[in-house]
């Protein structure tokens, strides 16, 4: 057992670096020496054309290390379903939906960008974030239906409802934060929850509830 949670614990650490990259891309390429491929990265003022593709090769990057990383969970899933490392395996491979829905977005937002498009045609046609959130959502709910005694099941249920947000599915995600509020009164993300909700009802127009 010891060794499995050693493996486990090392590829838990690799995939969390792999997700950090992303908000620490900008910064890292600002401090890199001139002869490090990530200083080919780094954004330049006033050069929005040139700005795009090295956003592109960026998410491209860390779109092949997700890949790869939902490959090796996915294999690791087969060998411990049903083991007390079941949970915490899906919920990264929620987490790595959601990441891949993220570089989806910048595809599609950027499908009218001649440069993007030529430089990665086949990748900006089957861009599809909304598929990758689906997936997401539907790790989540299993993990909330298999696992009610997973220790970070505030977690799932609030990323669960944040995703069911970006689909428009707000009254899923209502009833989610509902849950989250009533049943993890002590949970760091009560604050959240209550924030999310007071938007939802404002986007309603029911004020007085939001204001609440």
Same mark, same amino acid.
């Given at each position: 057992?010891?060794?499995?949670?050693?493996?486990?614990?090392?590829?838990?650490?690799?995939?969390?670096?792999?997700?950090?990259?992303?908000?620490?891309?900008?910064?890292?390429?600002?401090?890199?020496?001139?002869?490090?491929?990530?200083?080919?990265?780094?954004?330049?003022?006033?050069?929005?054309?040139?700005?795009?593709?090295?956003?592109?090769?960026?998410?491209?990057?860390?779109?092949?290390?997700?890949?790869?990383?939902?490959?090796?969970?996915?294999?690791?899933?087969?060998?411990?379903?049903?083991?007390? *490392?079941? #949970?915490?395996?899906?919920?990264? @491979?929620? %987490?790595?939906?959601?990441? &891949?829905?993220?570089?989806?977005?910048? $595809? +599609?937002?950027?499908?009218?960008?001649?440069?993007?498009?030529?430089?990665?045609?086949?990748?900006?046609?089957?861009?599809?974030?909304?598929?990758?959130?689906?997936?997401?959502?539907?790790?989540?709910?299993?993990?909330?239906?298999?696992?009610?005694?997973?220790?970070?099941?505030?977690?799932?249920?609030?990323?669960?409802?944040?995703?069911?947000?970006?689909?428009?599915?707000?009254?899923?995600?209502?009833?989610?934060?509902?849950?989250?509020?009533?049943?993890?009164?002590?949970?760091? *993300?009560? #604050?959240?929850?209550?924030?999310? @909700?007071? %938007?939802?009802?404002?986007? &309603?127009?029911?004020?007085?509830?939001? $204001? +609440?």
């Amino acid at each position: 057992m010891g060794r499995v949670r050693g493996i486990f614990t090392f590829f838990i650490v690799g995939a969390s670096a792999m997700i950090m990259f992303t908000s620490s891309r900008n910064a890292i390429a600002r401090d890199a020496p001139s002869n490090d491929p990530l200083s080919s990265l780094k954004i330049k003022p006033g050069d929005q054309q040139g700005n795009d593709i090295r956003e592109l090769k960026a998410e491209l990057l860390i779109t092949d290390s997700e890949r790869k990383a939902i490959l090796q969970i996915k294999k690791l899933l087969a060998r411990y379903r049903g083991t007390p *490392l079941e #949970p915490e395996l899906q919920f990264r @491979l929620a %987490e790595l939906y959601i990441r &891949r829905a993220k570089t989806d977005r910048f $595809l +599609e937002m950027h499908r009218d960008s001649a440069d993007v498009v030529r430089f990665a045609p086949k990748l900006v046609k089957s861009a599809a974030s909304k598929k990758k959130i689906r997936q997401a959502i539907a790790v989540y709910a299993y993990i909330i239906k298999r696992f009610p005694d997973y220790e970070k099941l505030d977690e799932v249920i609030f990323n669960d409802a944040f995703a069911n947000q970006q689909l428009g599915a707000d009254d899923t995600a209502e009833h989610l934060y509902l849950t989250l509020v009533r049943d993890f009164q002590n949970s760091q *993300l009560m #604050p959240d929850a209550n924030l999310a @909700l007071g %938007e939802i009802d404002f986007q &309603r127009h029911d004020f007085k509830s939001a $204001l +609440e």
